[in-house]
């Protein structure tokens, strides 16, 4: 089994930054990607950022020039480092990654997080 454990989540003021972390550990083999979704209430779970095991990234159009997203290969944890944060920024941020636990297995098998609340207010 895979876990997926973040961090970094708070109640921060707007214009503010904050950095989310989180560790994949378990039966790994491989680590095809990682990103960061987020779900803001009563709204559907999006896609914030997401980067490959050949670091090509790609981020939501909302959290571009705010939002970067890096990886740590061999500690197998993201990071979000999120800037100039905004109201609308506030939502529970779930940790993604993409692992295969053996080279047997072709398809990798998609796991989260449990989420960190980011809260964006004055």
């Known amino acids: 089994q895979v876990q997926l454990v973040e961090s970094g989540g708070g109640l921060v003021q707007p214009g503010g930054s904050l950095r989310l972390s989180c560790a994949a550990s378990g039966s790994i083999f491989s680590v095809v990607a990682m990103g960061w979704y987020r779900q803001a209430p009563a709204k559907q779970r999006q896609l914030v950022a997401r980067?490959?095991?050949?670091?090509?990234?790609n981020y939501a159009d909302s959290v571009k020039g705010r939002f970067t997203i890096s990886r740590d290969n061999n500690k197998n944890t993201v990071y979000l480092q999120m800037n100039s944060l905004k109201p609308e920024d506030t939502a529970v941020y779930y940790c993604?990654?993409?692992?295969?636990?053996?080279?047997?297995?072709?398809?990798?098998?998609?796991?989260w997080g449990k989420g960190t609340l980011v809260t964006v207010s004055s």
């Open positions: 993604n990654a993409e692992i295969t636990s053996s080279a047997a297995e072709y398809y990798a098998t998609n796991y």
């Open positions: 980067v490959s095991s050949g670091s090509r990234k």
